[in-house]
């Protein structure tokens, strides 16, 4: 990376060091927790008609690493321009990864500091999942547990979806909740169980209790039709039961 870029970083980092230490570290900044050894994909959406010219992930741990379309061992940083979209994976967590983190994006020659986080590295997660990757077909069910731990019994518990925003509340019934999405809690973990999945429904969510979230990825994939080979081995299977 040029001196200049990493000149203009460290003059972004100094600036998130003010505003945020105001603004963004307070409520509503999010934090991921992770166990040891555990991963983590953090997807950021950049706006599809004026996409950024340049996309950094950058380690306040350290001041001197930016990352831009990245794979290495524990780290890979991807840009999917056809889904407006760039995804953060983070390997083999240790406790030294604990941090902040940010995703600086340059648009019209401008970086601009999209999202930051803060990692924590730490055997009991505060939100974890059961399992960051779920997938169905159209019209399937899917659910996804997310647990909580005993301190956030009482915070706010959501699901939301990254793309547009939305979020679905837990304990919340008014109508302004799509009725295909159904969450229920049982004081130690929420299930959300979404109904009906259409295509438009990929794509990354998170479980959040207070601050505290995880993120998980939905594939979505066509309904199948009935495969002939499936229809041959149940043909086989019953020949061969007579
Ligand atoms: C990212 O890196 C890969 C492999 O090094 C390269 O083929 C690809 O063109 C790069 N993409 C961008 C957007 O720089
Ligand atoms: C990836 O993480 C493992 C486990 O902590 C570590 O042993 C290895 O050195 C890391 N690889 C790199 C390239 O940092
Ligand atoms: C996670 O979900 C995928 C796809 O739905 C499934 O294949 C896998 O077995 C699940 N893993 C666990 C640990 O539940
Ligand atoms: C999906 O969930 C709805 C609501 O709980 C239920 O009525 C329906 O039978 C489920 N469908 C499948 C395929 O499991």
């Given at each position: 990376m040029a001196v200049y870029e990493k000149a203009k970083l460290f003059y972004i980092s100094i600036g998130f060091w003010l505003t945020l230490g105001v603004e963004c570290f307070g409520e509503s900044n999010h934090?991921?927790?992770?166990?040891?050894?555990?991963?983590?994909t953090i997807?950021?959406?950049?706006?599809?008609?004026?996409?950024?010219?340049?996309?950094?992930?950058h380690s306040y741990i350290d001041?001197?690493?930016?990352?831009?379309?990245?794979?290495e061992e524990n780290l890979s940083v991807i840009d999917h321009p056809d889904q407006s979209l760039f995804t953060v994976t983070?390997?083999?967590?240790?406790?030294k990864h604990t941090g902040h983190y940010s995703c600086v994006v340059e648009t019209d020659g401008k970086p601009t500091a999209t999202h930051d986080l803060y990692l924590q590295v730490q055997s009991?997660?505060?939100?974890s999942v059961m399992n960051s990757s779920v997938s169905?077909?159209?019209?399937?069910?899917?659910?996804?547990q997310c647990f909580y731990s005993s301190g956030y019994k009482d915070?706010?518990?959501?699901?939301?979806?990254?793309?547009?925003?939305?979020?679905y509340t837990v304990g919340r019934t008014d109508t302004s909740q799509s009725s295909s999405v159904q969450i229920s809690d049982d004081g130690r973990s929420f299930t959300v169980l979404m109904t009906g999945l259409r295509l438009s429904d990929s794509g990354w969510y998170f479980c959040s209790a207070g601050e505290a979230l995880n993120t998980v990825q939905l594939t979505v994939t066509k309904a199948?039709?009935?495969s002939v080979t499936t229809e041959k081995e149940k043909w086989r299977f019953c020949l061969s039961q007579n």
């Open positions: 934090i991921l927790t992770i166990k040891p050894g555990g991963s983590v997807p950021y959406h950049y706006d599809e008609k004026n996409p950024p010219q340049k996309k950094y992930w001041q001197s690493k930016t990352y831009t379309n990245t794979t983070m390997r083999n967590l240790q406790n009991a997660p505060d939100v169905g077909h159209e019209g399937d069910n899917v659910s996804v915070k706010l518990k959501q699901w939301c979806r990254y793309k547009d925003k939305s979020c199948e039709p009935v």
